[in-house]
């Protein structure tokens, strides 16, 4: 039986993936449309980019904390948290928009709010995921959410475009519909998720953090590969809103930028299917090198053009290998991180990697005010070259090779707590 069909046969998987499909068709419907609401309601590039940008800003300022939290407490009890405090946020939308009493300000509390519910999410499920998953196929599983990732996207912007061009709370009551549902699927796992058993004395919170970050800091390839990975995700994001707000600058609908973003959707879904198999066969390091290529050169000839049929090819052709990128890489950190430290290594790795996001899109709509939307493409595409080349010189990335040679069991646990309290009864005494 291969990788799909055990994961098929594997119930709570499919109900923890079936939950955060129906959840992230609602987030992203909700995200196309919060940016274009501000800028319809302020005629404002920057008031746009402040809006987009608040979800990532609430993510990263609870992500490190809320892995010290998945690491202690019930993973169940963290999905549905998070679950519920969208139906919460995007319901108050919903009302406002009802109410014909949508503001910038409340659109942008609200992104931070759901931002800062992915944040524990996020770790949860990647968490349970390890817990539900045999290793052997954890890069299919990872593959399969990368996938409804790239659906979502698929059918959230052209969805949403569509619901906005007949009224704009038509966004929100799906985005709502999705979080419950990934409320109930969440509470049908039979699976236990409590957190793993704790070894020792306890420890702080505090404590536990660093922990965790030393765990982090010590591994060459996570240096490498996260430096790399928060500047290129900068980027992207000022990308992807570079692109829309031009499109809509020359008088394209919210319908026709949501179709656009409908490539980028059929190339991940596309290369989140064959993502299993590439890394079986490539290995992972020169998968990330390629990966960071495809996108500087699929982003370049939009310097000339923005035309839908353009944007849609170009930047679909650049997501393509980013799913076997994200499955290869994120297998290799699960299956070389120990079980007590998921949550907390899950939340380190996208802080350190998305620290940088909030600033892509303020970053563009900056540069789009000041020096217009050609030369702002052009800037970053040779920020994204910069990016590509760095990876491409550091060896620790080269070297990550094909599943088979990964190591068979997770890095040691750093023993900081247990210093740091030798250390501090020394002081004591």
Same mark, same amino acid.
């Given at each position: 039986m291969g990788h799909? +069909?055990?994961?098929?046969?594997?119930? &709570?998987?499919?109900l923890l993936w079936t939950g955060g499909a129906l959840r992230e068709m609602g987030s992203s419907m909700a995200a196309f449309a919060l940016p274009l609401i501000a800028f319809a309601v302020s005629g404002s590039a920057l008031q746009a980019g402040w809006v987009a940008a608040m979800e990532m800003v609430g993510f990263v300022l609870l992500v490190l904390p809320a892995g010290v939290v998945v690491d202690r407490v019930n993973r169940r009890t963290v999905l549905l948290g998070t679950s519920l405090l969208g139906l919460a946020a995007y319901g108050s939308v919903l009302a406002a928009a009802l109410l014909a009493d949508l503001t910038t300000t409340h659109l942008a509390v609200v992104a931070l709010l759901t931002g800062c519910g992915e944040a524990f999410g996020r770790p949860a499920e990647m968490a349970t995921i390890r817990r539900l998953v045999d290793r052997e196929d954890l890069p299919a599983a990872i593959s399969q959410n990368v996938a409804r990732s790239s659906v979502a996207e698929l059918g959230g912007g052209p969805l949403s475009g569509l619901a906005l061009g007949l009224t704009r709370w038509a966004p929100?009551? +799906?985005?709502?519909?999705?979080?419950?549902? +990934?409320?109930?699927?969440? !509470?049908?796992?039979?699976?236990?998720?409590?957190?793993?058993?704790?070894?020792?004395?306890?420890?702080?919170?505090?404590? &536990?953090l660093v922990q965790g970050l030393r765990f982090v800091g010590r591994s060459p390839f996570r240096r490498a590969f996260f430096l790399y990975a928060a500047l290129s995700n900068l980027v992207v994001a000022a990308v992807f809103l570079l692109v829309a707000l031009r499109m809509l600058d020359a008088g394209w609908s919210p319908f026709v930028i949501g179709l656009t973003e409908t490539a980028s959707g059929l190339a991940g879904l596309a290369g989140a299917t064959v993502a299993p198999h590439v890394i079986d066969r490539v290995g992972t390091g020169w998968i990330a090198i390629g990966s960071a290529f495809a996108m500087a050169l699929a982003v370049a000839p939009l310097i000339w053009t923005a035309h839908p049929l353009a944007v849609a090819l170009l930047l679909g052709t650049g997501v393509a290998a980013q799913p076997v990128m994200i499955a290869g890489v994120s297998s290799y950190l699960l299956t070389t991180t120990p079980e007590q430290m998921q949550g907390r290594i899950s939340t380190a790795t996208h802080f350190v990697t998305h620290a940088t996001v909030p600033l892509g899109p303020l970053l563009?709509?900056? !540069?789009?005010?000041?020096?217009?939307?050609?030369?702002?493409?052009?800037?970053?595409?040779?920020? !994204?070259? !910069?990016?590509?080349?760095?990876?491409?010189g550091r060896g620790v990335v080269r070297d990550v090779g094909t599943p088979d040679t990964w190591p068979t069991e997770p890095e040691p646990v750093p023993e900081w707590s247990a210093r740091g309290r030798h250390r501090a009864d020394a002081g004591r005494d």
């Open positions: 799909y +069909a055990r994961l098929a046969h594997n119930r &709570d998987f499919t929100f009551a +799906a985005t709502v519909v999705g979080y419950a549902a +990934a409320t109930l699927c969440t !509470l049908a796992i039979r699976t236990s998720l409590a957190a793993p058993a704790r070894e020792g004395d306890p420890t702080t919170m505090r404590r &536990d563009a709509g900056v !540069l789009v005010t000041a020096i217009g939307f050609e030369r702002t493409t052009a800037v970053l595409v040779g920020l !994204l070259l !910069l990016c590509a080349v760095y990876v491409l």
